[in-house]
């Protein structure tokens, strides 16, 4: 028997919520519905049971449904009850929906490769305005990232926070008031992504730092076509780097046993 339960169940043995009732119920169906363990078209258990479920009031556990119905995940219709809508409802940059779906437990594979291709519509884009738009305290704060990224040294997790800021740096000195709440919501991923890409700290230093450097000079000499450019570059560099990172390792022959021979 499939240990799966029924749509709209949510998985047993789950613990009363005792403290911050509202955010951990948020926190809870939420992440069920992103992580696909509540589907599109999923009806939730009704009210009386999901009281039961969570020990909570009635009016904890309706003020967690109006969050999570405005975030655009859930729908509730008067004598249909309350259903998941479509993901093509979802707020995606909700920065909470974009942290549920970072679920170590889960492949982010997919996530990533989306990351991949909005990094690759902005981001060139944001360099070129922040070379030209940029204040001085903007260039001040994308020099004092790269500054961090090489203090870093073999400190992975500290060059990773780094390159987050410059990142973050370079999207904010774009002067663009549309793109701040598309870099804070992207944030987490970037670290997600980061984190693969930048593990290893010899590649950091020789490759990560130059690419950087370039971007970094061509934005506080306001060269906006240079930026765009060396950004374009670094980006092509880190799809390069994850690519070799997702390839399957080849296996090694049984010792005494010779590899077999390709078929012409």
Known sequence: MSSQPPPG????????????????????????????????????????????????????????????????????????????????????????????????????GDNLDQLMELRRIIEPAAAELAARRGTADDHAMIAKAYDAMVAAGDDVPAFVDADVNFHVACLTAARNEFLLPVTHAIRASLIASMRITNRDSEQNRRVTLPLHAAIRDAILVRDGSAARKAMQVHLDNTERRRAALAKPIPAKPAPGKAAPKSKR
Do not use: C, F, H
Request: glycine share 8%; net charge positive.
């Open 9 to 108: 169940m949510l998985p047993p043995g789950m613990l009363p919520l005792k403290r911050n009732l509202r955010e951990q119920l948020v926190e809870q169906l939420g992440g069920d519905i992103v992580r696909g363990r509540l589907r599109p078209g999923d009806p939730l258990p009704n009210e009386e049971e999901l009281l039961t479920r969570y020990d909570v009031s009635r009016t904890v556990l309706r003020e967690a449904l109006n969050v999570l119905s405005g975030k655009g995940l859930l729908d509730a219709k008067p004598r249909r009850g309350t259903i998941v809508r479509p993901r093509s409802d979802w707020s995606q940059l909700d920065p909470a929906i974009l942290g549920w779906r970072d679920d170590p437990a889960q492949p982010a």
